[in-house]
């Protein structure tokens, strides 16, 4: 016979185990970090990932940004370049999409193939005052913890414009992201059009836990006639990631409904710690496609073919 006090000691763990254990289960199944077999990080791509930092009004302190500029920068002095943010899901910051997805070889490669013109892409860091964690996502909004939504969507903007050549016309700045920086980049551009005319989503979802107050889904539905002409958006999800996908899914029905140019596609795999087709093995594969999209995007208001 148990006492009844080690008992209650016994329930007590029990449940700080469960707890532990469901938490390990959204972290490394749902969450995707950390992966076991990253994408490998090509030398030699001519493309340099520097970590900067800019003192925010919008959150009170320095934050900081992942840089990458295109080929050639430095010796087209004149030259003026797209933008491209790209936005982190849970437990991520500004180096997530080097050090975990290998951007720089993608954009190696997408550079070569000339299916995007080259850019200035930034990997703002999104997590909020909290700071980040495997227990939550970041807010991608401006809220009790910080504002993140003005932080991204409207400061780091003109951060990047004063301190790079940048072409300013919405139409060759994008914004995207993984996971719930999927939903971030949604979240944010569509309440920042005359920033951002291109948004892209990689396995993310369109209601925050928040409610109709950063949903994409309520927000969408409020444009103006001209602002649902000129978004453009990419979707794509994991079939693996039935949540994500069916989240995903309906929110292209939507756009389609208002007659927003898009593009979805559903790819094997999804959220996922280990195997080529899960996690930053994922995002990195599909990263490629979204920046073809974006690219498209560039080229057409560019005039180029």
Do not use: C
């Given at each position: 016979?148990?006492?009844?006090?080690?008992?209650?000691?016994?329930?007590?763990?029990?449940?700080?185990?469960?707890f532990?254990?469901?938490?390990?289960y959204?972290?490394?199944?749902?969450?995707?970090a950390?992966?076991?077999?990253?994408?490998?990080?090509?030398?030699d791509?001519?493309?340099?990932?520097?970590?900067?930092?800019?003192?925010?009004?919008?959150?009170?302190?320095?934050?900081?940004?992942?840089?990458?500029?295109?080929?050639?920068?430095?010796?087209?002095?004149?030259?003026?370049?797209?933008?491209?943010?790209?936005?982190?899901?849970?437990?991520?910051?500004?180096?997530?999409?080097?050090?975990?997805?290998?951007?720089?070889?993608?954009?190696?490669?997408?550079?070569?193939s000339?299916?995007?013109?080259?850019?200035?892409?930034?990997?703002?860091?999104?997590n909020?005052k909290?700071?980040?964690?495997?227990?939550w996502?970041?807010?991608?909004?401006?809220?009790?913890?910080?504002?993140?939504?003005?932080?991204?969507g409207?400061?780091?903007?003109?951060?990047?414009?004063?301190?790079?050549?940048?072409?300013?016309?919405?139409?060759?700045?994008?914004?995207?992201?993984?996971?719930?920086?999927?939903?971030?980049?949604?979240?944010?551009?569509?309440?920042?059009?005359?920033?951002?005319?291109?948004?892209?989503?990689?396995?993310?979802?369109?209601?925050?836990?928040s409610g109709r107050?950063?949903?994409?889904?309520?927000?969408?539905?409020?444009?103006s006639?001209?602002?649902?002409?000129?978004?453009?958006?990419?979707?794509?999800?994991?079939?693996?990631?039935?949540?994500?996908?069916t989240s995903s899914?309906?929110f292209?029905?939507?756009?389609?409904?208002?007659?927003?140019?898009?593009?979805?596609?559903?790819?094997?795999?999804?959220?996922?710690?280990?195997?080529?087709d899960?996690?930053w093995?994922?995002?990195h594969?599909?990263l490629?496609d979204?920046?073809t999209y974006?690219?498209?995007?560039?080229?057409?208001?560019?005039?180029?073919?």
């Amino acid at each position: 016979m148990i006492p009844k006090n080690m008992r209650k000691i016994l329930g007590i763990s029990t449940g700080i185990i469960m707890f532990l254990a469901a938490g390990g289960y959204y972290y490394v199944f749902v969450a995707g970090a950390p992966q076991l077999d990253p994408p490998q990080i090509e030398a030699d791509t001519g493309l340099t990932f520097e970590i900067k930092t800019y003192k925010s009004a919008a959150m009170g302190s320095d934050r900081t940004y992942g840089l990458i500029l295109p080929p050639g920068y430095a010796k087209n002095p004149s030259k003026h370049y797209p933008v491209i943010f790209l936005l982190h899901g849970g437990h991520g910051d500004a180096s997530a999409y080097q050090d975990k997805a290998a951007v720089t070889s993608v954009l190696h490669n997408v550079y070569k193939s000339n299916k995007l013109p080259p850019s200035i892409i930034i990997t703002p860091d999104g997590n909020d005052k909290r700071g980040t964690s495997p227990l939550w996502d970041p807010q991608y909004y401006d809220g009790p913890n910080g504002k993140i939504g003005t932080a991204i969507g409207s400061e780091l903007v003109k951060v990047i414009k004063s301190r790079y050549r940048t072409l300013n016309s919405p139409q060759f700045w994008a914004m995207g992201g993984q996971s719930s920086g999927g939903w971030g980049a949604f979240n944010i551009g569509l309440r920042y059009l005359d920033n951002f005319n291109i948004l892209f989503s990689h396995s993310g979802y369109f209601i925050d836990a928040s409610g109709r107050a950063n949903s994409p889904q309520y927000t969408v539905k409020q444009l103006s006639e001209k602002d649902l002409q000129r978004l453009r958006a990419y979707i794509d999800a994991g079939v693996e990631d039935e949540k994500f996908l069916t989240s995903s899914e309906q929110f292209h029905q939507l756009l389609n409904s208002l007659k927003i140019a898009n593009e979805f596609h559903k790819f094997p795999g999804g959220h996922g710690i280990v195997g080529a087709d899960v996690g930053w093995n994922y995002w990195h594969k599909h990263l490629a496609d979204s920046l073809t999209y974006v690219g498209k995007q560039f080229k057409m208001a560019l005039g180029e073919k």
